[in-house]
């Protein structure tokens, strides 16, 4: 589990024991339940500085074999010595027992403090924590976290369904899977609270709901989103806390924040109660800013690291202070690239200004980041193009087993490094006086904050640039392509430099000048998105593809550095090789084998060139196909392409079919790392809808578009083409209603007719067209797709039907007859052929450029 400030905030409320005596009294003698503040260990409880009294946890506790202990130090960011310094130590399973109403919910809050207890040291404490059936921790070291996230004490909270039978058990149970394990626990908090939630449609099943009422939830988080810190003894009655949204957004457009006139009075409706959120979370907001066409561009983002394979209620807090009138400022809400909320309306939704309205989602969480997102609603044509938010909340719900128990973190290498240095420095210290140990240990110390303050930099500088690498940009890069030092060097040069470090070449602009004739317009041989393609000669006679990148385009530093960092590190037969790159003064230039017969799309129309025989066709799908399948099953990391179409699959001399252009590329939705735009890219009519309709990347997005690119080459004409009558504009629309009503033979490419057998052609075409289905599930894989061809291919060779399909099923595909081999074979042989000819590749020769 990666560990980044956001998990610092989402362990929720770490001030939990500040000003809250008052409210707790008073929730008391409203509802007639009492509240519980134990000062676990503590034979007397205590005060602690502000004034709260806690109680000794003794007359809760069902079992004699417990242990009470005190904590050997105490760490200076504790806010007080209760309840943290004292513990109740557990070396077998033991609960507490309260009387709680039967028909309310409750707060539970639990407090550690990992230290040494005498003998028993919290390094060693792994333990589970169950609450009357509801898993809360599963094998929770308090102690793992607490390097990991270096917090001196932590608290967890959670809203339990109300307790029917009056009672409610809370159980510690050291864990079984280590010798001399132990539980503890040193504060308990259980306060009685109203059902704040209710059923919540799932998003992206619109036929289904959660409901909340019967399920236990863990907080996860609160935001004042454009605010301020809000302390427990400011909140509206249940002593939570509210923390700043700045550390969440992503990248670096952080809106604008602004806060209600002194003269606006906000008033809570009768559908929301007072205790919601306090009255200061719907008096700030965040927007996205004055620019309309800025705000068309970019989502408004956050982005909270959460526990996997868990299903979350998102709960939005808004308040318009601004605007007054519907259709204003209208926006779409999504949740990790789907949509849960379209033409979001926050006056239709309250009714007025200044009226606080809070709307709950539900989505299913199989990674684990979790990110939110504002786009403006511009179907709607609002007034203002622009999103509003003034508060959030996220809740994790127990699944079906009644577990609410995450993954413990892990702690950083750099930190394990400093420690290591600490450790280190400590040891040699002893060989000193006292003073000269103290300050070696003092230094070993500021070296363990360098580190975690070097870490936390790294981390925001990372999200504020929006590297591609890791997660999907779903921002802009503004003002960033053409940034130069004072030398003159490009500003992002040590980066990219670094990124390609071992893994490509790294050329300089006086090799790159010399080996295009200083960049002769000659040396042309294609035009993309990215620039212009030229031919080029590199160590006196190696002829290559040189790309060089538009200043004025677009497709600018996100491409380079992602297919830098794709190619560098993929080598197979069917895809093309990058030699390296280069990025002085400005310019970003990536150098490719040269590929001598072009692109597939010159071979099939608009070109003067011959025809390509239908099986020459077949073996290029293939090639392309196997240069797919690789990308999506065999690489390290599955890697969606993103950009499939017939000007990106190129071909060497000897045919060879190469998969080019990785500028779009992401990792694959099964990663960890897996973000995807939903700004949607891809070129128009190769696009999948589902992704476009969804904003959700999966590899059946290269499955659809290439589908478009079969049907391209058995039909030999654009996949869309304007001049064409409507119902034949869309090749995939097209050639899919023909294969339906049996007449795709009419739409061939006349110089294939009569020349395919015609089971080849019903192979081929129901591949194609089943990679068309408008449902990602029903696609087929690319492997199933391969499969397939060479099916369709042998099914050309041999039409008297010599080969079956259950023959075909029998053999492995990458062993039949020598011709297919493994995916590791394959790269192995590519390795081998590129340094034999280490020539004729070029990426992306595009004259119809669309992404």
């Known amino acids: 589990m990666k560990i980044n400030t956001h998990i610092l905030f989402s362990l929720i409320l770490l001030s939990f024991s500040l000003n809250i005596v008052h409210v707790l009294s008073q929730n008391s003698s409203e509802s007639g339940s009492v509240s519980y503040i134990l000062s676990c260990g503590s034979s007397s409880g205590g005060t602690d500085f502000d004034g709260m009294k806690w109680i000794s946890d003794s007359s809760f506790l069902t079992s004699n074999n417990t242990i009470s202990a005190t904590a050997q130090y105490q760490d200076p960011s504790l806010p007080s010595q209760v309840p943290y310094m004292t513990a109740r130590i557990f070396n077998s399973e033991a609960s507490f027992k309260f009387s709680v109403p039967p028909k309310q919910r409750l707060w539970v809050r639990l407090h550690f403090y990992p230290s040494s207890y005498g003998v028993h040291d919290s390094a060693n404490s792994y333990f589970s924590v169950i609450a009357n059936g509801f898993t809360l921790l599963n094998n929770f070291s308090a102690y793992i976290i607490d390097k990991a996230l270096t917090q001196a004490y932590i608290v967890r909270e959670f809203s339990l369904t109300p307790v029917q039978s009056g009672s409610l058990s809370i159980t510690f149970k050291p864990s079984t899977q280590y010798a001399g394990s132990f539980a503890f626990v040193n504060g308990i908090v259980i306060v009685p609270m109203e059902d704040i939630f209710h059923a919540t449609t799932l998003v992206g099943f619109t036929d289904q709901s959660i409901d909340v009422h019967n399920s236990s939830v863990q907080t996860m988080l609160r935001l004042n989103v454009g605010g301020q810190y809000i302390p427990a003894s400011k909140d509206s009655g249940y002593t939570r806390t509210w923390y700043d949204d700045s550390p969440y957004l992503f990248g670096a457009a952080f809106g604008v924040t602004f806060e209600a006139d002194k003269n606006l009075t906000i008033r809570f409706p009768p559908s929301v109660p007072e205790y919601i959120a306090p009255l200061s979370v719907y008096s700030t907001a965040r927007t996205m800013g004055p620019n309309p066409n800025i705000n068309q561009n970019y989502n408004l983002t956050w982005v909270f690291q959460v526990d996997a394979n868990f299903t979350y209620i998102v709960r939005f807090h808004f308040c318009e202070l601004q605007l007054n009138k519907i259709n204003q400022r209208v926006f779409d809400i999504f949740l990790n690239n789907q949509t849960a909320q379209q033409s979001a309306d926050v006056i239709a939704w309250a009714g007025s200004k200044a009226v606080p309205v809070y709307k709950d989602y539900a989505i299913f969480v199989g990674d684990e980041e979790l990110w939110v997102a504002l786009h403006p609603s511009v179907s709607m044509k609002p007034e203002y193009y622009d999103a509003v938010l003034n508060g959030l909340e996220i809740f994790k719900l127990n699944d079906t087993d009644g577990n609410l128990a995450g993954p413990n973190p892990t702690p950083s290498d750099m930190l394990l490094e400093a420690e290591s240095v600490s450790k280190f420095s400590h040891s040699e210290s002893d060989n000193f006086s006292k003073v000269i140990g103290g300050v070696a240990c003092g230094a070993a110390g500021i070296v363990i904050i360098a580190a975690i303050c070097f870490f936390v930099y790294q981390k925001k500088k990372k999200n504020a640039e929006g590297s591609e690498s890791r997660n999907g940009s779903w921002l802009p890069l503004y003002n960033s392509s053409n940034a130069t030092t004072n030398s003159g060097k490009s500003a992002r040069s040590s980066n990219l430099t670094n990124l390609g470090a071992g893994l490509c ?286 099916f369709a291919l042998q099914l050309h060779e041999h039409p008297n039907g010599s080969v079956t399909e259950e023959e075909m099923k029998g053999a492995s595909i990458y062993d039949m007859h020598n011709v297919m081999v493994t995916i590791e074979e394959e790269s192995a042989a590519s390795e081998e052929t590129d340094e034999l000819n280490n020539r004729e590749v070029f990426s992306q020769l595009v004259n119809p450029s669309g992404r």
């Open 505 to 790: 070449r790294h050329f300089s602009l006086a090799e790159i000048k010399n080996g295009t004739k200083n960049f002769d317009e000659s040396q042309v041989i294609g035009v993309g998105g990215f620039g212009k393609v030229y031919e080029g000669i590199i160590d006196g006679g190696t002829k290559v593809a040189i790309k060089r990148s538009n200043p004025s385009s677009d497709q600018g530093v996100h491409e380079f550095q992602t297919e830098i960092e794709m190619l560098s590190k993929l080598r197979h037969k069917h895809l093309v090789s990058l030699i390296g790159f280069c990025e002085e003064e400005g310019e970003m230039i990536l150098v490719y084998d040269f590929m001598a017969k072009g692109t597939l799309r010159e071979h099939l129309y608009n070109s003067n060139l011959p025809p390509l025989p239908w099986k020459q066709r077949l073996e290029i799908c293939i090639g392309a196909a196997r240069g797919l399948h690789y990308l999506h099953t065999g690489a390290r990391h599955t890697i969606i392409h993103r950009d499939v179409k017939t000007t990106n699959i190129l071909l060497d001399d000897n045919w060879v079919a190469k998969v080019s252009d990785f500028g779009l590329s992401k990792t694959g939705p099964n990663l960890h790392q897996t973000h995807v735009s939903t700004m949607v890219k891809g070129s128009f009519g190769y696009l999948d809808p589902e992704y476009f309709r969804r904003q959700q990347l999966t590899e059946k997005s290269d499955v659809y578009s290439f589908g478009v690119v079969l049907f391209e080459v058995l039909c030999a004409r654009p996949a869309v083409d304007p001049s064409l009558p409507k119902e034949q504009i869309s090749l995939a629309d097209w050639a899919s209603d023909c294969g339906k009503n049996g007449i795709l033979e009419e739409i061939i490419d006349p110089h294939l007719k009569g020349k395919i057998s015609s089971q080849c052609l019903k192979k081929y075409a129901d591949t194609a067209e089943k990679c068309l289905l408008d449902q990602g599930l029903d696609r087929p894989s690319m492997g199933d797709v391969l499969w397939n061809l060479e």
